[in-house]
């Protein structure tokens, strides 16, 4: 029984990545290419942790054979899941210019490969008993093979520790600079922003932390210890699921924005007005007399059409004279729609998700985070403050 729980601690990592490459590399490359992209990185991960379940399960010789490809797979993790930020938030095709990321884990694996044919049986059992199990040098004297296998190894790690550290600072900064692009577009962002990518950045950079730790006491000491092996398995095997999972349910993507931004720029009939004081008078109007944010749709190449300005004059316009961005300001018309609902009692007769429809929101989810971040409380608190009662309400 003990036997079966390690084997599966091991190889979960292996199954829950295998599983999604399969689930996206089965579609089609271009109904959605940052998913197959996923698909990629997942198999990636999945021979990474294969490579790692021959060294738990002692498989040494066959693991030393591969120990290039765990060094290849290893520093490809953080190059192959910053391209799929990329291709989710900026590049709307593969580029040439991947491949430059791929150069530390090219030279390094073929170094290895070429270290280990080198490398005498004794040098090779030293250095997976010393350096990679104990993560130490010999107090005796060591021969050029053990010296070059030890080398590379360590300055892979060292490699690995920057690549967590930038790749991941740099898809957290792509996130966020994609989703200011998003709410200054759209008034409705469900399904488009991408928070739980910035979400699970930081998870990987925990996660990542966690690894150079274990790496850093040596693996020897998972090897006789299950308890402890368990938690970077259920670590990383969570991770990977969660990964897959969200990933697999994002469909909008960078492409979706621009076909969106190329379909709805309006071409304007007549001379551009540009007088700021104007065009505030002009958009307060479309907003308080005709209620546009009522409309869950609505983006701001709509209110351009109307407004007949572009977008970078009426985006100047609502950051500087309202301080928010366009889904910001949307939502604050909404919130103070919904509340005048509340107060008129629509909230007797109708649901919560009637109310958030009825104020041009696109579900209860968007309402809900829209009215706590506009009033500083929960739709039920204000509700049953202004009803001067506690209870259940319909939802």
Request: one cysteine or more; charged letters at 20%; a positive charge.
């Amino acid at each position: 029984m003990a036997a079966m729980i390690r084997d599966l601690v091991i190889l979960t990592p292996v199954y829950v990545s295998f599983f999604w490459a399969m689930t996206f590399l089965l579609n089609k490359f271009t109904a959605n290419k940052a998913r197959y992209w996923l698909g990629m990185f997942m198999s990636v991960t999945a021979v990474l942790y294969f490579c790692h379940a021959l060294f738990f399960f002692r498989i040494i010789d066959i693991y030393l054979d591969l120990d290039f490809l765990y060094l290849i797979t290893g520093l490809s993790v953080y190059p192959m899941y910053y391209i799929y930020i990329r291709l989710l938030t900026c590049d709307l095709n593969l580029r040439r210019s991947y491949l430059l990321h791929f150069i530390p884990a090219i030279i390094l694996g073929v170094a290895l490969f070429v270290a280990h044919k080198n490398s005498s049986p004794a040098g090779r059992e030293l250095y997976y008993s010393n350096v990679l199990i104990k993560n130490r040098w010999p107090d005796k004297s060591v021969g050029t093979g053990f010296m070059l296998l030890s080398s590379i190894f360590y300055l892979s790690r060292i490699i690995f520790g920057f690549q967590a550290l930038g790749y991941l600072l740099l898809g957290y900064n792509l996130v966020r600079r994609y989703n200011k692009r998003i709410v200054d577009f759209y008034s409705n962002t469900e399904g488009r922003e991408l928070t739980w990518v910035k979400l699970l950045t930081v998870s990987f950079l925990i996660t990542s932390f966690a690894s150079s730790v274990a790496n850093f006491v040596g693996r020897g000491v998972f090897l006789e210890n299950t308890l402890l092996l368990t938690i970077p398995s259920v670590l990383f095997s969570s991770l990977f699921f969660i990964i897959g999972l969200l990933g697999n349910k994002q469909d909008f993507t960078i492409k979706s924005f621009n076909d969106d931004e190329q379909k709805d720029e309006p071409e304007f009939k007549k001379p551009v007005d540009h007088k700021i004081e104007k065009l505030k008078n002009k958009l307060l109007s479309l907003l308080e007399d005709k209620k546009r944010y009522l409309d869950p749709e609505l983006k701001i190449t709509d209110m351009c059409s109307e407004l007949n300005t572009n977008r970078t004059y009426i985006s100047n316009l609502i950051n500087s004279e309202f301080r928010l961005n366009f889904n910001d300001l949307i939502n604050k018309y909404r919130v103070d729609h919904s509340i005048s609902l509340l107060k008129d009692g629509m909230d007797k007769n109708y649901s919560l998700q009637a109310i958030a429809a009825a104020s041009g929101f696109g579900s209860l989810s968007s309402f809900n985070r829209a009215f706590k971040k506009n009033t500083g409380t929960t739709v039920s608190s204000y509700k049953n403050k202004i009803s001067g009662r506690y209870g259940e309400f319909k939802a």
